[in-house]
């Protein structure tokens, strides 16, 4: 289209500064639109559409691969362009009236021919049977050979400018508009006209088309939006107040670019502006660098799109980033007073496509190798005849291997005798030594314990070769960690993965991964790295019943939402099933501090290069300080709001000893200055430790004392370097150093006024109930420090072997019962002994020549990890050829033996200081506290979970001591017993397992060490249920504009429901995330990840009583987070209604309608309802089983499907629901109704013959209600 008069050029780029940012004050927008455009398009939003694929990395950037001249193109330039959606072919047409077409990226030439004489080409476009074009008085449609098919001319065809082809159930009909007032409706399969539709006098410029409408711009800068199946116009847009150049629909976003009256004159508008087909209202615009004439959305690439200018610049414009929306910038080569005349994007964005007013087609790729479409149809191409070349005799530069090969019938002197020709199979390799070492021969069967070392059911041929491709290398790496011990991670702490099915959750087997009677927690979630705390944190008993005994009002409180969960998991207990953290999880990424330290995790989020260790460890110390803030309660006097310290008394008296301590040592006056602010809380009470931070200046010994609450501890390493080794550390010592926390550094002092050594320590007051310890080791030296541990424990116990037997060779008093023993200890003896793990020793290759006394240093060194390597390794290489492995490798062998003890004595001092011994698990029962300290128990250990075969699959799991109320809750035996919690995964296991930390795959994070007798109120303590009845007296709307329509009835004083009561309840959700799923080759489809909803309406009805059938809860979900789909054909809400500034619905947050439901899930009142299961799931509520009633399991036959709430009604109550939308109110009452219809039907006897006629009927009306097409 062509617009004379308007500057279009490099002129309209003066002024502007280059960047690509907009600014909601600018001048051009506020002068064009003032404030309509007052909503912006959301940042991260997604178009949802098929195909979408986060951000742009197709390939990297576009580059100008071919530009052609097409055929006419010294005359005439192209006046239209157009991609083929079938094939891998460019259509284009010029003003002559010729259409050529190129195929491939190539652009080699496919067909030529002429279509009119004298009329220009206006429209192409591309059908299965062929290509339609479009003429200013003609249609016609073409083969892709240039053959003829059709020819259309009629009076309504006056002067045509654009066409399209409807979709889905409409696509035989064919739109054609141009500067006429009506639309052509145009039949394909009997290539007749079939209609007219009025658009006005402005006629119509541009058609897209959309599944919802048939979006139609005119030349006044109007978009129209029309019913594809009435033609009626549904909505409007003035997208420019001159003129429109070209836009373009994907999903729910339209994007447009024209031409706007500005100083009395019409000017090309610099802003692509962007409308929301949700909110049918003008979004944030995109601002360009060079005034757009063309622009088409990327197909495949989630909101991005290209936009360019009349000159040839154009660029890839993200509408997810208004504020910095460009992407790249790229320019065409056309020529200096040529204009781009047609654009087209290629249905795989790897290809570009646009024609100038000069006759040159350019083409931009994003890669080597680009295609058009993805499942492109074969291109028929011609028969290229056989050519029969000759060569003359004394032709001395053509190729022999041209002359065609002669066969002849006897042997030839290049045939191969036939004893060089037979099958020969690659020798078995010899078996393991170390297994014929520890087989035992039951007949003619060998049996030997698996060494995880190869595969099972696979042999592995090694070959001798002197240079070994690169890629061997690295599969002879695999599975081994840096130090090149082999490791082989067991099923247990892998990372659990779930399979969905089309079923989604529903037919999942959690038995295989859980037969335990605990619930496990789902880990399809973002944030789900943190279960393994929330399971520790549950099986605290102190801090299970606080968590549960409260509830406050706050919105986002994290207590109550623990507590919430915690309800969640005493309520799953034996049926199975995984509770899900999503409301814990929600309220969790509200608060501010987590997201500023990166303790939020998004799903673009790589887990292979997340340091899963460090955050388990910042997600403890944050959501500990977090409750303990969140349940302060600060004591003060009476006077007035002064902190009164309850232990001032025994701080004066450490302050005191402290005096006269250091009046011993140096006879200077010390100051004292001292900052006191008691904080109480249940959360310090369980985990705290009243503690005095003493920082001591070097110089003028001035001091601060400041009386604090520690709640855990960060456990400091020793430094430990070549030079001067450290040896044998107990674990304790470690916790004591971390406790005193002693060290000196750079800091400011009052007293000197300046920057200098000051001393810090700290004195115990009191010592916690549950020590909490944060293992550290985020850094290779402390890594170091803990290897080096084990390193010693194991040498000391492979030297105390060593020894025993030498004393049992000498006596040669050894008892036959020892002969006896199992093999499996005589292989741990025998794995001692030699330092080895408990894959086999790396051998030399017997084939490989022994090394000579004199052979050559190899170059690796001892990081040499070659078993063949027939150089010399110094320190490493013994006398029998054998190269021994490092004795970290035992700990994958045996968990007899660990650094880290059961228990440990802690004594506090008068001075403040403590003292801690290690105690072994044998004296750990016999252990009470005493003078010489306080017992501490182990009950939990977080540790990382890291494969070096698959980085990305690293995780967390836990070990947890789970006490006897646990068990006696779950209705088993009363005793405690070690499990490890892993998501989904749950198993017993010994208690060494817990403290067994293998080199190389399991590292520690957390600890929690319980006192072996905690303080009576803490010991038998039981969760107070803080909701009650009030829970529905607080019923406050948070919609502000309007008035609220109210529609259900409050409950009364005498109304509150009771055991046993019916009350019906339906709710409706939102889409957050879309469902991932991806096609495979066979063409089943797999789902990869479910979509994710949120619960936006809940209904409760009174199901018995004078008010039976009245709803008493109707409350609409305020959400904070950002919906996708509001699903309104299914769930009835619209946009708007979850926001309270334009809700007009009785508008409330999860959390308050949360309780009420609480409140009668713990009153033991029967729901009733269609779906239930999955509407608490999505609630995040734990239901009893026996108070849920399900229609959709009273009305269902074994082994056939589920049956819908609106063909039930329909077949049994004689009832059509659901006509338009969902409504939750109408369907909590069909499904109370139907109860009572299963009541009556089961009393008189008729159910069984009832429900075989309900699936008769169904198979009859292929389950759908009758007349409910023509409805729609």
Not at 277 to 287: D, E, G, T, V
Not at 963 to 971: D, L, N, Q, T
């Amino acid at each position: 289209m062509e617009y004379p008069g308007v500057p279009f050029g490099d002129e309209m780029l003066a002024g502007f500064s280059g960047g690509n940012t907009f600014s909601e004050d600018s001048a051009a927008y506020s002068e064009m639109y003032g404030a309509e455009g007052d909503e912006a398009f959301q940042g991260g939003e997604e178009f949802t559409h098929a195909g979408q694929a986060g951000d742009f990395t197709n390939g990297g950037d576009y580059q100008e691969s071919r530009t052609v001249l097409v055929d006419g193109g010294d005359r005439f330039g192209v006046s239209t362009i157009t991609i083929d959606s079938q094939e891998e072919l460019v259509w284009m047409g010029n003003t002559g009236g010729h259409v050529t077409s190129y195929y491939s990226a190539e652009l080699m030439k496919y067909t030529s021919f002429q279509v009119h004489d004298t009329e220009e080409i206006r429209d192409i476009s591309t059908i299965e049977t062929g290509v339609l074009i479009l003429t200013p008085t003609s249609l016609h449609l073409r083969t892709r050979q240039g053959m003829h098919s059709v020819i259309h001319q009629s009076p309504q065809l006056e002067n045509m400018q654009c066409m399209t082809q409807l979709a889905d159930s409409f696509s035989h009909k064919l739109m054609m508009a141009g500067h006429q007032s009506a639309i052509v409706e145009y039949d394909l399969i009997r290539y007749e006209e079939t209609g007219l539709h009025d658009v006005g006098e402005n006629g119509c410029c541009i058609l897209r088309n959309h599944p919802r409408f048939l979006c139609c711009g005119d030349v006044t800068g109007k978009i129209s939006l029309r019913d594809p199946r009435t033609m009626r116009q549904e909505h409007c847009f003035q997208a420019h107040s001159g003129m429109l150049s070209d836009f373009d629909v994907l999903g729910n976003y339209i994007a447009t670019c024209g031409l706007s009256n500005r100083m009395c004159r019409v000017m090309p508008d610099q802003f692509v502006m962007m409308f929301d087909l949700r909110m049918m209202k003008l979004s944030l615009p995109l601002r360009a660098v060079a005034p757009p004439i063309f622009l088409r959305f990327m197909p495949g690439l989630s909101s991005c799109l290209a936009v360019i200018g009349p000159q040839g610049h154009w660029q890839l414009m993200d509408a997810g980033r208004p504020d910095n929306a460009i992407i790249g910038h790229y320019h065409s080569n056309i020529a200096p007073t040529g204009e781009i005349s047609g654009l087209d994007v290629a249905s795989s964005s790897q290809a570009i496509v646009m024609g100038d007013t000069y006759g040159s087609m350019h083409l931009f790729t994003s890669c080597a190798k680009p295609v058009f479409n993805n499942f492109s149809q074969e291109t028929t191409l011609p028969d290229v005849p056989d050519q029969t070349h000759t060569l003359p005799l004394t032709d001395a530069t053509s190729s022999l291997a041209s002359i065609p090969l002669y066969y002849p019938e006897t042997p030839l002197l290049s045939d191969w005798p036939e004893q060089y020709m037979r099958i020969r199979y690659r020798p078995t390799p010899p078996v393991d030594p170390e297994i014929l070492q520890t087989m035992k021969v039951v007949g003619p069967i060998g049996y030997a314990p698996n060494l995880h070392n190869k595969k099972r059911n696979q042999v592995e041929y090694k070959f001798n070769r002197s240079k070994g491709s690169k890629s061997s290398q690295n599969d002879a790496s695999g599975g081994k960690n840096e130090e090149g011990m082999v490791v082989h991670v067991p099923w247990r702490y892998r990372k659990m993965e779930i399979k969905y099915t089309k079923m989604g959750l529903e037919d999942f087997d959690y038995d295989q991964y859980n037969r335990t009677c605990f619930s496990g927690l789902d880990n399809s979630l973002p944030n789900s790295y943190c279960n393994p705390m929330i399971q520790m944190f549950y099986y605290i008993v102190p801090m299970r019943a606080f968590v549960m005994s409260h509830l406050c009002e706050r919105e986002f409180c994290l207590v109550c939402e623990l507590g919430f969960l915690f309800h969640m998991l005493d309520v799953s207990m034996g049926q199975g099933v995984p509770c899900n953290a999503s409301n814990f999880l929600r309220a969790f990424r509200t608060i501010p501090e987590a997201s500023a330290m990166s303790l939020t995790l998004s799903d673009q989020d790589s887990r292979a290069k997340i340091n899963f260790a460090s955050k388990i460890q910042s997600w403890n110390r944050f959501v500990l300080q977090q409750l303990h803030t969140e349940t302060l309660m600060e004591k003060m006097s009476e006077e007035g709001y002064h902190y009164v310290n309850p232990y001032l008394h025994d701080l004066q008296q450490i302050e005191a000893r402290s005096a006269q301590d250091s009046e011993s040592t140096d006879g200077d006056e010390k100051k004292v200055e001292h900052k006191d602010k008691q904080e109480y809380s249940p959360v310090a009470n369980i985990f705290g430790s009243h503690t005095i931070s003493i920082n001591k200046c070097t110089r003028c010994s001035h001091e601060i004392h400041k009386a604090l609450t520690s709640l855990l501890v960060n456990l400091t390493y020793p430094d430990s370097n070549a030079e001067s080794p450290v040896g044998q550390i107990p674990f304790s010592k470690v916790v004591e150093r971390s406790m005193r926390l002693e060290q000196t550094r750079q800091a400011w002092c009052d007293s000197c006024t300046r920057y200098q050594p000051i001393e810090q320590c700290r004195r115990y007051r009191t010592l916690p109930n549950i020590l909490a310890v944060n293992c550290g080791l985020d850094s290779n030296q402390d890594i170091k420090f803990w290897r080096n541990q084990f390193e010693i424990l194991l040498t000391e116990v492979r030297e105390k072997q060593k020894k025993e037997e030498e004393e049992r060779k000498n006596s040669g008093t050894a008892k036959e019962e020892e002969k006896e023993n199992s093999k499996t200890t005589e292989h741990l003896i025998q794995s001692i002994r030699s330092c080895s793990p408990s894959t086999p020793s790396k051998k030399k290759n017997p084939e490989s020549p022994a090394q000579t006394p004199n052979a050559r240093p190899c170059r690796y060194g001892n990081s040499c990890t070659r078993s063949d390597c027939r150089f010399a390794h110094p320190g490493r290489d013994s006398a029998d050829g054998q190269q021994p492995v490092h004795i970290l490798s035992l700990l994958d062998q045996t968990i007899e033996y660990s650094w880290v003890p059961f228990g440990m004595k802690i004594k506090l001092s008068e001075n403040g200081t403590v003292t801690l011994t290690d105690i072994p698990k044998t004296q750990l029962e016999e252990s009470v506290d005493d003078e010489e300290g306080v017992v501490y128990e182990l009950v939990g250990v977080v540790s990382h979970i890291g494969d070096p075969r698959f980085p990305d699959k690293n995780n967390l799991v836990t070990c947890i001591k789970v006490g006897p109320s646990y068990h006696v809750r779950a209705k088993v035996s009363s005793v405690s017993h070690w499990y490890l919690f892993n998501d989904i995964s749950i198993q017993p296991i010994a208690a060494e397992e817990a403290i067994w930390f293998p080199c190389g795959w399991k590292v520690p994070c957390v600890m929690y060490w319980k006192r072996h007798k905690l303080p009576t109120d803490l010991e038998n303590i039981d969760p107070i249920n803080p909701i009650t009845a009030d829970v529905f007296g607080e019923d406050k709307s948070l919609a502000q504009r309007g008035r609220k329509r109210i529609t259900f009835t409050p409950l009364t004083a005498d109304e509150m429901p009771g055991e046993g009561d019916l009350v019906a309840m339906d709710a409706e959700f939102v889409n957050l995330h879309q469902e991932e799923a991806e096609i495979r080759s066979d063409g089943t489809r797999t789902t990869i990840k479910p979509s994710q909803k949120s619960v936006a309406r809940i209904t409760c009805i009174r199901g018995q009583g004078p008010l039976e059938g009245t709803p008493f809860l109707d409350d609409y979900i305020s959400t904070q987070e950002q919906v996708v789909d509001y699903l309104t054909q299914f769930s009835g809400i619209k946009p708007g209604d979850l926001d309270a500034n334009f809700s007009q619905k009785h508008l409330t947050t999860l959390k308050s309608t949360y309780v009420k439901l609480r409140y009668l899930v713990d009153k033991g009142v029967k729901f009733v309802g269609h779906g239930l299961k999955n509407d608490f799931r999505v609630i995040n509520m734990a239901v009893p089983a026996s108070q849920l009633i399900d229609t959709v399991h009273l009305f269902h036959m074994s082994h056939n499907r589920m049956v819908s709430l609106k063909f039930l009604a329909w077949h049994f109550l004689k009832i059509k629901i659901q006509s338009v939308t969902h409504d939750s109110i109408e369907d909590a009452r069909t499904a109370l109704a139907l109860y009572q219809k299963y009541c009556e039907l089961k009393a008189n006897g008729d159910l069984v013959m009832e429900i075989q006629n309900l699936y008769e009927a169904g198979k009859k009306a292929q389950w759908k209600v009758p007349g409910e097409d023509e409805e729609e």
